[in-house]
């Protein structure tokens, strides 16, 4: 298995092994569809025997029908020859149907399956890779794949049967003429396996370049306030111009390889036809064969010096589906930790005790990465244990970086501890499906995710069955009704992408509605109104109360003040607990708490600070 950064950034070699082994992962989507491939390959036979059958009418004529020996009709010759005319065109219908309905069939299984992946994968493999890079593999990559199956690999495959049998009918009709013919054969397949994999190596770099030029275009673009604030889109423009241009020139050798091999392959066929039809005219004259014998003999060699050629060009092009979808299904080959399951799934889980929300953190130590790869001595939790009865509220405090965050990451099972245990209602957070897990909680951040859909689905995310009823209950609840209400349409009013057109007291009363209609026994709050106005806060402080109660809440804060009713503080220095306690308790103690309560309450008028 691979991991993150080997598979979106480490170019393959594709030569015939990774073809084939590509093709071994692409199988179970192209399984199930066995009968239209059947279909494929009879239509396919069938057109190309209509085609082959020609020749053999072109030389009737020639030899029969134009002096009327052997009582052949000349009209029934040309009838004979619409009739396979008209079997040549309905095959070669079909067969563009069933391959082309195959590729689109086949490349949007292969991107739902890519995706839905995608989505389960942990957060250590999203940590590493690139949101663009992942797009651009799911679109640029799959319909180039899509395209090159869908046309490509059809005329491949149509003109190596056509290859094969004008070969085999050049030597049924002229032996000795044949093998002009094919002793070219050489001379064209050594330098098309050479060109070959040339063009896929260089197909799969330009393929590559254009995923960290469609990577940085992304990031650019969901910056773009960033970026104008910053007066950078003048230098962004220029590196995505050089990245385009990067693009474009690795493109540029890939197509001078294909040029070149379709060139020589294309100089090599067809001169060695027109030798043949100069060594089959001296032998017309010399009464060796007859005239319809030699056109007979030279349309197969055109058939098969055609076929030849076409797939000369189109190898580029299947190079390049096949590197389509090595980058593709690299994907599906990613080690990941975390594995989870659909959230379309019965994600209910019961607990194994009587009780509901009960949290327990034992011993746990944690770092980021692998142990190999990372400092053993600089962990982000060490030896952390804490525990939040049911119904309860702990708050956690501390310095920026003392791991409070990954408190909460490690609970929803974003990542696996690497000492210790972590236990939701008596079961190790280990040995559960995260999905199930995760939906016990409901967690209301600090930069909340608004989807660019209307507010009933952002509200309805977790639930998406939910009820108009039970949606504008968790409004009001969230107090969100008055400015929803007053939105041109309502709770069906779309929002723009990340919710730009809200203010954050907005979306945050939007993700606290979000968790009302979760209806979770345990509720995650990360700094859930730190970056707000006094006004927007009092609202969502009001509504995150109404919220608590009756859960089991962990909660994040900066302003020390919006975790003074905690029933327990536990305070986080350098990942580890260095003080736990009550409000009163940790005031009197001249510990760390103590020193941050000093600073945030010292600038307050005596009163307030008296009342926090």
């Known amino acids: 298995m691979a991991n993150a950064a080997d598979t979106l950034s480490t170019p393959t070699r594709l030569?015939?092994?990774?073809?084939?082994?590509?093709?071994?992962?692409?199988?179970?989507?192209?399984?199930?569809?066995?009968?239209?491939?059947?279909?494929?390959?009879?239509?396919?036979?069938?057109?190309?025997?209509?085609?082959?059958?020609?020749?053999?009418?072109?030389?009737?004529?020639?030899?029969?029908?134009?002096?009327?020996?052997?009582?052949?009709?000349?009209?029934?010759?040309?009838?004979?020859?619409?009739?396979?005319?008209?079997?040549?065109?309905?095959?070669?219908?079909?067969?563009?149907?069933?391959?082309?309905?195959l590729g689109e069939r086949v490349v949007a299984d292969l991107r739902s399956a890519v995706f839905a992946r995608i989505m389960r994968f942990d957060l250590a493999f999203h940590d590493t890779a690139r949101a663009g890079e992942l797009v651009s593999r799911l679109t640029s990559d799959a319909?180039?794949?899509?395209?090159?199956?869908?046309?490509?690999?059809?005329?491949?495959?149509?003109?190596?049967?056509?290859?094969?049998?004008?070969?085999?009918?050049?030597?049924?009709?002229?032996?000795?003429?044949?093998?002009?013919?094919?002793?070219?054969?050489?001379?064209?397949?050594?330098?098309?396996?050479v060109f070959g994999r040339q063009v896929r190596a260089r197909s799969r770099v330009a393929q590559d370049v254009l995923a960290d030029a469609s990577a940085m275009a992304s990031e650019a673009i969901s910056s773009v306030r960033t970026v104008q604030a910053h007066t950078a889109q003048g230098r962004l423009a220029r590196m995505f111009a050089d990245a385009a241009e990067a693009s474009f020139e690795a493109a540029r050798h890939s197509i001078v390889a294909r040029a070149l091999l379709t060139a020589f392959a294309i100089l090599v066929i067809f001169s060695s036809v027109v030798l043949v039809l100069w060594y089959g005219a001296n032998a017309v004259v010399a009464g060796d064969m007859t005239a319809g014998e030699l056109g007979q003999f030279l349309l197969y060699a055109v058939f098969a010096a055609g076929a030849l050629g076409e797939v000369s060009q189109v190898v580029g092009e299947v190079?390049?589906?096949?590197?389509?979808?090595?980058?593709?299904?690299?994907?599906?080959?990613?080690?990941?930790?975390?594995?989870?399951?659909?959230?379309?799934?019965?994600?209910?889980?019961?607990?194994?005790?009587?009780?509901?929300?009960?949290?327990?953190?034992?011993?746990?130590?944690?770092?980021?990465?692998?142990?190999?790869?990372?400092?053993?001595?600089?962990?982000?939790?060490?030896?952390?244990?804490?525990?939040?009865?049911?119904?309860?509220?702990?708050?956690?405090?501390?310095?920026?970086?003392?791991?409070?965050?990954?408190?909460?990451?490690?609970?929803?099972?974003?990542?696996?501890?690497?000492?210790?245990?972590?236990?939701?209602?008596?079961?190790?957070?280990?040995?559960?499906?995260?999905?199930?897990?995760?939906?016990?909680?409901?967690?209301?951040?600090?930069?909340?995710?608004?989807?660019?859909?209307?507010?009933?689905?952002?509200?309805?995310?977790?639930?998406?069955?939910?009820?108009?009823?039970?949606?504008?209950?968790?409004?009001?609840?969230?107090?969100?009704?008055?400015?929803?209400?007053?939105?041109?349409?309502?709770?069906?009013?779309?929002?723009?992408?990340?919710?730009?057109?809200?203010?954050?007291?907005?979306?945050q009363r939007l993700a606290i509605a979000r968790a009302v209609l979760q209806d979770a026994p345990i509720l995650l709050l990360d700094e859930a109104t730190s970056a707000l106005d006094a006004e927007s806060e009092h609202l969502v402080q009001d509504a995150l109360e109404r919220l608590m109660v009756g859960r089991t809440v962990l909660v994040i804060a900066h302003r020390l003040a919006t975790v003074r009713s905690a029933d327990q503080i536990v305070v986080l220095d350098e990942g580890k607990i260095v003080e736990q306690g009550t409000h009163a308790e940790l005031a009197a103690s001249n510990g760390l708490y103590a020193r941050l309560a000093d600073l945030q309450f010292s600038d307050l008028p005596e009163k307030v600070a008296e009342s926090v």
């Open 15 to 101: 030569d015939a092994r990774s073809a084939r082994r590509t093709l071994r992962e692409l199988w179970p989507f192209i399984a199930p569809y066995k009968g239209r491939i059947v279909a494929a390959f009879l239509a396919l036979v069938g057109s190309t025997t209509a085609t082959l059958t020609v020749p053999l009418s072109v030389r009737l004529v020639i030899d029969r029908g134009f002096t009327g020996e052997d009582g052949v009709p000349l009209g029934g010759v040309f009838l004979g020859l619409i009739a396979v005319v008209s079997i040549l065109a309905v095959m070669s219908a079909l067969r563009y149907y069933l391959v082309t309905w």
């Open 319 to 507: 190079a390049q589906a096949v590197g389509a979808a090595d980058r593709l299904c690299g994907l599906l080959k990613v080690d990941v930790r975390i594995l989870q399951r659909d959230n379309d799934e019965d994600t209910a889980v019961k607990p194994v005790s009587g009780d509901v929300g009960h949290v327990m953190f034992d011993h746990v130590s944690f770092r980021y990465g692998d142990a190999e790869e990372t400092n053993p001595n600089a962990p982000v939790l060490r030896d952390v244990s804490f525990e939040a009865l049911p119904g309860k509220t702990i708050a956690l405090v501390g310095p920026s970086g003392a791991g409070k965050s990954t408190v909460l990451q490690l609970l929803m099972r974003f990542y696996d501890v690497q000492n210790g245990k972590v236990l939701v209602d008596g079961q190790n957070v280990a040995a559960m499906d995260p999905v199930a897990l995760r939906a016990r909680m409901a967690l209301v951040p600090q930069d909340v995710a608004i989807f660019a859909a209307s507010v009933r689905d952002n509200v309805a995310f977790a639930r998406p069955d939910a009820t108009s009823e039970e949606i504008a209950a968790a409004l009001s609840a969230a107090n969100a009704s008055s400015f929803v209400d007053a939105l041109p349409d309502g709770i069906d009013t779309m929002l723009g992408e990340r919710g730009v057109t809200l203010s954050g007291g907005q979306r």
């Open 143 to 193: 319909t180039q794949m899509k395209s090159a199956v869908g046309s490509s690999v059809s005329v491949a495959l149509r003109n190596f049967f056509m290859f094969v049998g004008a070969s085999i009918m050049m030597v049924v009709t002229s032996p000795a003429l044949s093998g002009a013919v094919l002793l070219a054969i050489p001379f064209v397949v050594i330098p098309l396996i």
